[in-house]
């Protein structure tokens, strides 16, 4: 048992609030990541997790145990840091051993543990090394190492691959989704890459300036998302948005060329609602009219245009293969009726 | 080809005249007179004499060395100065000890050898029966100093480092007292040992109304034999503490937040965070701060000359105070250089310690 439970949390800074109650069960062994856009407070609850950060109000339980005015060392979590925050002054193996010494566990059981984590991260050949001496992945894997020594309960991860080159981003990601497997534990994870956040997840939690927008399982959110914000904020790249009327049953969208029917019970006629649409979902139909092609990007595999239409509202659509269109052809595109997604122009939420 | 050969030239002209204020400035008032002054060791050489007559000098070699440093039958015994010589061995044998079993970097295993041996060695010297040294004064000048600099140098780093980690909050309270303590480092020497030779009052001063509030009696300070070096190294202390202090709270600006964050996960907080995390980060700043002060303490001489003029019965007598009196006083400027050399030789020693240490990476 050592899921995390948040009961209303907030966090203030004198007057300024950047964390507004917010309620989250994570269970056991279950990974847990934290997506939004910077400043939406996801590193600075993790923090309020790990005890970096204090909790001005409501209450956070680890394992069943509240924690909520605990000092960092008696919570039974680990973090993993985006800088690594690696001892400079220490060999990797004794930055590894540093929490057990401090705690005073026996010689015999940290040796123990820190071949069992040099075994997990294939870091055998660094013991002695300092960590200057390491390469950016190596010490994101020994601060890794680090946590894995301690045998926490709750795993903190805060943008650990951030600093990272592409390549070794994708590396060290299968790395951590197999650690999980491996060791089972319960871990958080905060990023704001929706792909770290889409391949890793068990459940993704959507934050947007202090506040849970949704919480789900990764295709959940993709499928089903519950407002506008959390629809553009997973996939990529994000779902186009155009303004429309509803009009006899349907809704007029000028971008798309004229009435749609999207398959939801629409609000009363003439209410203005926004209409979403994937790019992912749409095809180029090339004998239209109603856009203009502005850009064209080829990556081999898939391509996007850039279409305008000519009220100005921009959509892009993703296509297999290549786009035959050429810059400033006037096109149209096809799509089904259920992949449109209707949200309230006020509200911004779903309407279903 | 004509054109590039004319800006080459002209750029090494360009050097020569950038350069030439400072080579001229640098010659005229370090070089040429480190060898006058060198020059002038060498020769009989007296301030006066030579003031009426430029001619009035007599070459005699090496004999001003002697007659300060050395004595009619100087012996040499293992034990004649047991305690020095004793640490001397001790420290010998530990940086063999722990340089076998790889406690101790080769760089500092030599430099403590060194050390010890010259601990060994130079006490060992002592006038034989029927002898003397031919300057009673000059030892135990260079004994004082070597205390001086022993107590101050301690004193100055570990309540600057303190300090500095007790200040390192970026709070306007924090910048305030920081500036405080900044403050005395731009006070003149006079001004400083006005304000200590007040507080060391046994009549008015600070200390004697506090010691006499807890119904203790005034201690004399600065003439009492045992307390006058004491006085002069706490008023050091408070002088010289701004310089160090901003040094160490470069070198604690230096390391990062996330490090003393992993650590508290750690479990290692407050004082073992201090112990674990900072001192060891801080190493090269501590070496930097120490060699510094070592260099700078050696020349003290307001202080001395100010508040305790030499006394109590030359137990604050120091040598560049004893040089100033030997050459100014004594119009003996050929003894007074050559004492001087002797003062630069372990200066620069210990600047090339912190070149050697400066360069030294990791």
Known sequence: MSGVRMEEVVKRYGDVQVIHGIDLEIADGEFCVFVGPSGCGKSTLLRMVAGLEDTTEGAMHIGGREVTRLDPAERGVAMVFQTYALYPHMTVRENMTFGLRMNGHPKSEIAEKVAEATRILKLEDYLDRKPAALSGGQRQRVSIGRAIVRGPEVFLFDEPLSNLDAELRVEMRVEIARLHKDIGATMIYVTHDQVEAMTLADKIVVLRAGRIEQVGAPLDLYRDPDNRFVAGFIGSPAMNFVTGVVQDGAVDVPALGGTVSPQVELPAEGTEVIIGLRPEHAKIDPNGTTLTVEITEALGGISYAYLTSSAGEKLIIEERGEISSALGDTVSRTFEPHHLYVFDKDSETRIR | ?362
């Open chain 2, 1 to 362: 080809m004509r054109d590039r050969s004319r800006s080459r030239m002209s750029q090494t002209q360009a050097a020569a005249i950038l350069l030439a204020p400072f080579l001229i400035t640098y010659t005229l008032f370090l070089i040429y007179p480190f060898f006058r002054g060198v020059w002038i060791s060498l020769h009989d050489w007296n301030l006066l004499a030579v003031a009426f007559n430029p001619d009035a000098t007599e070459f005699v070699g090496f004999r001003n060395y002697e007659r300060v440093m050395w004595g009619r039958n100087i012996e040499w015994g293992l034990f004649a100065a047991p305690f020095w010589q004793i640490t001397g061995l001790i420290g010998l044998a530990l940086s063999v000890i722990l340089r076998r079993v790889d406690r101790l970097s080769r760089f500092n295993a030599i430099a403590l050898g060194l050390a010890s041996l010259l601990l060994v060695f130079l006490p060992g010297f002592h006038p034989g029966e029927g002898g003397r040294w031919y300057d009673r004064r000059f030892w135990p000048t260079v004994g004082n100093t070597l205390v001086f600099v022993g107590l101050a140098v301690p004193g100055v780093t570990i309540s600057a480092l303190v300090l500095a980690a007790a200040m390192n909050r970026e709070t306007r309270a924090m910048g305030a007292l920081r500036t405080l303590f900044f403050l005395s480092q731009v006070l003149s020497v006079t001004v400083v040992t006005l304000i200590w030779q007040i507080m060391f009052s046994p009549r008015q001063g600070l200390i004697a109304n506090i010691t006499e509030t807890f119904g203790g009696t005034p201690i004399n300070w600065l003439t009492d034999q045992q307390f006058a070096m004491a006085a002069i190294v706490i008023a050091t202390i408070w002088w010289s503490l701004g310089i160090a202090m901003i040094l160490f709270l470069a070198g604690l600006q230096d390391i990062s937040q996330d490090i003393y964050e992993a650590a508290a996960l750690d479990n290692a907080r407050g004082v073992r965070a201090f112990w674990y995390v900072t001192l060891p980060n801080l190493k090269r700043t501590i070496t930097l701060v120490v060699i510094l002060q070592i260099i700078l303490h050696f020349q003290v001489f307001g202080q001395s000359h100010l508040m305790t003029q030499g006394g109590p019965n030359d137990t604050t007598q120091v040598l560049v105070r004893y040089i100033y009196q030997t050459g100014f006083r004594d119009s003996e400027l050929g003894r007074a250089s050559a004492m001087a050399v002797f003062l630069f030789v372990i200066m620069g020693t210990f600047s090339v310690i912190q070149f050697i240490v400066g360069r030294e990476k990791s």
